[in-house]
């Protein structure tokens, strides 16, 4: 096996748990999941070999395997992203945005950084909500769609560019949210709040990483998962 020919999404799909080997090189396992290792060690100057045995110490930190994502059906698997991701981007977003606002009525003055953090988070969590409407109401019913037309052995008379265009959209707005976030990481020193600030400060700080940290295995689960294979059903399925 030619270990630096494999993909990071690969690897990721694989094992969940070997994400962490690529947030301790801040490598973005979400976004450039094509990426070959080789490419990703050379890109931050790194052996491949130190990359492998992170990656293989990853697993071996839980003996709990994640789910096995990459065997499960289309459809189950955009259900899943429905009921899991989006979800929980949604109710942490309208708690996150509640309290940046009474943050920065409390404790702005001292801190004016929170209001560049709240019109960043305002901007990133607004485009997650349009983002994850049009895959619940365009691409998923689609991709069920096609599903359907496989199961019956027939094509749906469509082209392929109808499944390949939303999800290029989709993979374009994944790169813009996670800009958004990284922002977001930078202005708060790594989520860190300073010394002295209220529980609310703490608790805010807390929230915001947890959610970062959500939106990856979200996009994860997207880009690398069921966005691929979405494209080589609507190009076996379609009619063009």
């Known amino acids: 096996m030619n270990k630096g020919k494999i993909t990071i999404g690969q690897v990721v799909a694989e094992d969940y748990r070997t994400a962490k080997a690529f947030q301790k090189f801040d490598i973005d396992f979400c976004n450039e999941?094509?990426?070959?290792?080789?490419?990703?060690?050379?890109?931050?100057?790194?052996?491949?070999?130190?990359?492998?045995?992170?990656?293989?110490?990853?697993?071996?930190?839980?003996?709990?395997?994640?789910?096995?994502?990459?065997?499960?059906?289309?459809?189950?698997?955009?259900?899943?992203?429905?009921?899991?991701?989006?979800?929980?981007?949604?109710?942490?977003?309208?708690?996150?945005?509640?309290?940046?606002?009474?943050?920065?009525?409390?404790?702005?003055?001292?801190?004016?950084?929170?209001?560049?953090?709240?019109?960043?988070?305002?901007?990133a969590s607004g485009d997650m909500a349009s983002h994850m409407k049009k895959e619940e109401l365009i691409l998923f019913p689609f991709i069920k769609r096609v599903l359907k037309a496989k199961e019956n052995n027939t094509k749906i008379e469509a082209p392929s560019s109808r499944m390949e265009n939303p999800i290029n959209m989709m993979i374009h707005d994944h790169n813009d949210q996670m800009e958004g976030f990284k922002k977001i990481r930078n202005l708060t020193d790594n989520y860190t709040p300073p010394a002295g600030v209220s529980d609310l400060y703490n608790r805010t700080f807390v929230l915001l990483e947890q959610l970062q940290q959500d939106l990856f295995k979200h996009i994860h689960l997207e880009n690398n998962i069921l966005f691929p294979k979405a494209i080589a059903l609507g190009r076996k399925w379609t009619t063009a």
């Open 33 to 123: 999941g094509r990426k070959s290792l080789k490419a990703a060690a050379d890109d931050k100057n790194i052996q491949l070999k130190n990359l492998w045995e992170e990656i293989e110490r990853s697993k071996l930190a839980t003996q709990i395997r994640p789910n096995d994502f990459d065997t499960w059906d289309l459809d189950a698997l955009a259900d899943y992203i429905v009921e899991t991701h989006h979800k929980y981007s949604e109710e942490q977003s309208l708690k996150i945005k509640h309290n940046l606002e009474k943050m920065i009525d409390k404790e702005g003055d001292p801190h004016p950084e929170l209001l560049e953090i709240r019109d960043i988070f305002k901007t």
